[in-house]
């Protein structure tokens, strides 16, 4: 069985790295701990792995409702616990009076350490409150290089992971119909757009699947996508339950504000 035909010729590479995952608990008889992973990841590694006899997976955040997960992969015989998972949470302090911190912001000096996105896990923000998971491996690293956020000056807490603020875990479910799965069609049906509308948003690079921006309006989309748009909010793939009799293709899907 061609394993990639299920899925997009760029996760290919994602793909392999799975199998040999996989590979390596099986003959090496010892667990196997990823990076953080996106949503459209976890979804490929649970499909490649599935009920495995000799191979088991478990997937965590840092807290309940996280979207990107590190995996741990184990031999059957293992019980494994959340500090197997090495996260961590980590508040950023700042002068809350006159600063306000985004999403971006974070992300963006973070990813300026020179340091991969898999090694961060969600970044939460409510209201002042401003925190983010990191892979143990980097917590050093981050402790020492991370002076700042956008123009704010900064400290950084570690905190207990039990201490990270509630995620909302709100997904609006929805049942659509579409003619086909590519991303201007998936996007006009949930987000209630036009087609046009859908298109030129996709076009002028406003709309993002898995966090990357996304301008090729014929993209095919697949169960566990995230879909962005800027505006609009996000939404979900939840699962592709098949085709109907007129041969669209029934979509569980999410929405978020």
Request: glycine share 6%.
């Amino acid at each position: 069985m061609n394993i990639y035909q299920h899925f997009r010729p760029e996760e290919r590479e994602f793909i392999d790295q799975v199998i040999n995952w996989k590979e390596y608990v099986e003959q090496s008889y010892a667990p196997k701990l990823t990076d953080f992973l996106d949503p459209r990841e976890q979804q490929i590694l649970t499909t490649i792995i599935g009920k495995h006899p000799e191979v088991k997976w478990e997937l965590f955040g840092g807290a309940p409702g996280a979207e990107r997960k590190r995996a741990f992969l184990f031999p059957e015989y293992m019980e494994i616990q959340s500090e197997d998972f090495q996260v961590k949470l980590f508040r950023i302090e700042y002068a809350k009076k006159f600063i306000n911190i985004e999403h971006r912001q974070v992300l963006g000096s973070l990813m300026s350490l020179g340091l991969k996105r898999g090694k961060f896990g969600d970044i939460l923000i409510e209201g002042e409150t401003v925190q983010f998971f990191a892979a143990e491996e980097i917590a050093d690293y981050i402790r020492l290089q991370l002076e700042s956020v956008g123009r704010a000056s900064i400290n950084l807490t570690e905190l207990p992971l039990e201490q990270a603020v509630a995620i909302d875990e709100e997904w609006n479910e929805m049942n659509v119909t579409v003619s086909s799965l590519r991303l201007d069609t998936v996007m006009s049906s949930l987000f209630n757009l036009s087609r046009q509308k859908s298109q030129l948003l996709i076009q002028h690079g406003h709309v993002k699947v898995n966090f990357t921006a996304i301008e090729n309006t014929a993209f095919e989309c697949g169960e566990g996508d995230i879909l962005s748009a800027r505006g609009y909010g996000r939404a979900k793939i939840i699962t592709i339950e098949g085709k109907t009799k007129k041969d669209k293709y029934r979509v569980i899907a999410g929405r978020k504000k």
